[in-house]
C-alpha cells in the first residue's frame, strides 16, 4: 500500500506560477513510477508528468517547457513546478504512484488559473 497526500494547489492568475507536492507513505525508490494527472470538469483524467524509478521524465505536449516535475528521495517526495499557467491548466491534480503493476492515487487538489 501506498498512501499519497498532495498540496500546494491554489487560484493565480493567468502567467503566475504554482508548485505542488506529493508525499508519499513510502520509499520513492520502491516505486517503479511516481507522477501527476488533471482532471478538468467534463473532461478524462490526462497524464501531465511522469518520472520513473530510474529518473526518465515524461510531459504531455501541453506542459512540456513550462512544467518541471522532480523528486527527493530522501523526503519521499515529488514536486511539479507550474509556470506561465494558462486558464486551461485549471483542474484537479493527482499524485500517483505505481508499485507491483498497481497504481495508487492522492486525493487530488485543486489549481485554478484566473484571467
Known amino acids: 500500500q501506498v498512501q499519497l497526500v498532495e498540496s500546494g494547489g491554489g487560484l493565480v492568475q493567468v502567467g503566475g506560477s504554482l508548485r505542488l507536492s506529493c508525499e508519499a507513505s513510502?520509499?520513492?525508490?520502491?516505486?517503479?513510477?511516481m507522477g501527476w494527472y488533471r482532471q478538468a470538469p467534463g473532461k478524462q483524467r490526462e497524464l501531465v508528468a511522469t518520472i520513473s524509478g530510474v529518473g526518465n521524465i515524461d510531459y504531455s505536449g501541453s506542459v512540456k517547457g513550462r512544467f518541471t516535475i522532480s523528486r527527493d528521495n530522501a523526503k519521499s517526495m515529488v514536486y511539479l513546478q507550474m509556470n506561465s499557467l494558462k486558464p486551461e491548466d485549471t483542474a484537479v491534480y493527482y499524485c500517483y504512484a505505481r508499485r507491483l503493476a498497481t497504481n495508487y492515487w492522492g486525493q487530488g487538489t485543486q489549481v485554478t488559473v484566473s484571467s
Open positions: 513510502r520509499s520513492i525508490t520502491s516505486l517503479s513510477a
